[in-house]
């Protein structure tokens, strides 16, 4: 027990229950549950009654409408404006290539900044509360020591001791969650001395949860929660007095706390959309540097494909041969495209003009023969046979020219054609066909046994031109000699050699060009396409052709093929 300020013993008991409390205090008249403290008081600061507290009414949503349209339908079936536009998806692949790759990059650094910001704000509010917690378990530390060892602070009204250096708000409670307040009991006959019991208060001065209750009833030792207080943001303790069912609650208000973190939420968001406006330029600025060889591919492309014009290329830095990026060397890869298709296109073009210069002389032979042979009454038979002749002659001429143009234009070999094949059969029915259509050469014939892949009626046609070439230009009875073997670097070597009069030095470079002929063969039959055409098939299968000159006159061709490696 502990004397009051008039002198009096009191003692601290439950005015429901009868017994005497574990605790005394000095407590003047005017004592209440809800009493406030000032940090700058001190030890000695005043009590003063708090105001009460008024917890919300709960509010509950009502069902969810959705509002009219003048048409009568509902916002929720009536067509949205992303239906009629497309879907996200067909829109995103419209966004041009720059725009969309822009955006990607700034959602991504907005994704980092906001992970950043937001974990700042999460860490800064922490550590604020852990003050805040700390403060208030300071002094609840203190009030639960001297409420152990039964002792109050002293009531003065100027100035009396408080619980910590806060301002703080204290409410004791029991286990049914019913506010109490302190009331003085005067002394009696019965007890010669004052005595201070925890009554039902009239009013809630902190908001009380049923774990609060709970500490009161001795299930924890203590609890701290945050809630509202009269539209105060307020930080709650509750611990244990030492006293069955009994529990006291103090306060701490957040309102500087939440001033602090508002301010800084305001500045980390001010800083994190300038960050992101910043990402979003640059992205915009490397994008657009990073993408400008694609932008230059693709107006190049269209340029091309509008005006199909193949002489524009795409402008590429740096001498070539030097390493280059991704897309410089998509934009080599393309110029290096743009040349093959117009190389090709200007074969084609060639060929075509080629065809029609050398077509002009057999057609102009026709026609006067047609025109002579109008009158051929006029005419004596051996001259009118001399004139069909001529006629069939020219039309042998055409076919063959016609034939060897259409063989010519064929281009690369498709993939899908080529197989294995024994050449060394090829080429002997190819050789027995040329005997019976020039009876007047000897073949000869040296065939190793050897497999090749290709196409097979390209490689005929190359080996009966070469064949038939060696054929033309040989004498009568003079020997074509015909060879494969195959060579150590896994290839097979097809060679064929006439005893004619050979090839001039000049006219050797230009033998496989079209439509090229020597002035000694421009009065034998042939459209000058045919070796041409076995340099075609060589090169379509891998291979090559040459010539040279044979020792002891003639000429010797070799085309070599690559031997299959199955």
Not at 72 to 82: D, F, H, R, V, Y
Not at 100 to 119: D, P, S
Request: charged share 20%; hydrophobic share 40%; proline share 6%.
């Amino acid at each position: 027990m502990i004397r009051g300020r008039f002198g009096r013993r009191t003692r601290l008991v439950a005015a429901d229950q009868g017994f005497s409390a574990g605790a005394g205090t000095d407590a003047g008249a005017g004592a209440s549950a809800g009493v406030a403290a000032d940090a700058s008081a001190g030890p000695n600061a005043p009590f003063s009654t708090a105001p009460a507290f008024s917890a919300a009414p709960p509010t509950t949503q009502g069902s969810e409408t959705y509002p009219a349209r003048p048409n009568g339908q509902t916002a929720q079936s009536a067509p949205s404006a992303l239906s009629r536009l497309g879907s996200p998806l067909s829109f995103w692949r419209r966004t041009p290539l720059r725009a969309r790759l822009a955006l990607a990059a700034t959602v991504a650094v907005a994704a980092g900044i906001g992970g950043g910001v937001g974990f700042a704000y999460v860490a800064v509010r922490h550590s604020l509360t852990q003050q805040v917690d700390s403060g208030l378990q300071r002094q609840g530390a203190k009030v639960q020591d001297l409420l152990l060892t039964h002792h109050l602070p002293r009531y003065d009204e100027t100035r009396s001791q408080q619980f910590g250096d806060t301002l703080t708000n204290s409410q004791f409670i029991d286990s049914t969650g019913t506010p109490l307040q302190p009331k003085l009991l005067p002394a009696t006959l019965r007890t010669p001395y004052s005595v201070v019991v925890l009554a039902p208060a009239s009013t809630r001065v902190i908001p009380i949860s049923s774990a609060d209750a709970q500490v009161a009833a001795g299930s924890m030792n203590s609890y701290m929660h945050s809630g509202e207080m009269n539209g105060q943001h307020v930080r709650i303790l509750t611990l244990s007095i030492g006293q069955k069912d009994r529990a006291l609650q103090i306060d701490a208000p957040l309102t500087a706390m939440d001033q602090q973190l508002s301010t800084l939420g305001w500045e980390l968001f001010g800083a994190g959309a300038a960050g992101i406006v910043l990402a979003a330029g640059l992205g915009w600025l490397v994008t657009r540097t990073a993408l400008r060889p694609v932008a230059e591919l693709t107006s190049t492309a269209e340029r091309i494909a509008a005006t199909h014009d193949l002489a524009h290329r795409i402008p590429i830095d740096g001498a070539p041969g030097e390493p280059r990026d991704e897309l410089g060397r998509l934009a080599a890869t393309f110029n290096t495209m743009l040349d093959a298709v117009q190389e090709a296109t200007d074969r084609q073009r060639q060929l075509v003009a080629d065809a029609s210069h050398e077509l002009r002389t057999p057609l102009t032979s026709l026609r006067t023969n047609v025109e002579v042979l109008a009158h051929a009454q006029r005419l004596e038979p051996e001259d009118r046979q001399a004139l069909v002749s001529g006629i069939m002659s020219g039309l042998d001429d055409m076919t063959m020219l016609v034939s060897d143009t259409v063989e010519l234009a064929r281009g690369e070999e498709q993939a899908a054609l080529f197989e294995e094949l024994r050449f060394d059969l090829l080429v002997r029915r190819c050789v027995d066909r040329a005997a019976m259509h020039w009876p007047k050469a000897v073949f000869k014939e040296d065939l190793e046994d050897c497999l090749v892949v290709g196409v097979t009626d390209r490689l005929a046609k190359a080996v009966r031109n070469l064949l038939d070439n060696a054929a033309k230009f040989s004498p009568d009875g003079g020997l074509v000699e015909v060879r494969t073997a195959p060579g150590a670097d896994g290839t097979v070597t097809l060679t064929v050699r006439d005893h004619g009069p050979g090839i001039p030095e000049a006219d050797l470079p230009h033998v496989f060009d079209r439509f090229y002929r020597a002035a000694s063969a421009r009065d034998l039959p042939g459209s000058g396409l045919g070796l041409a055409i076995v340099a075609q098939v060589a090169v379509g299968h891998g291979g090559g052709v040459t010539v040279a000159g044979a020792q002891g006159g003639g000429a010797e061709f070799r085309l070599t093929l690559p031997v299959s490696r199955g």
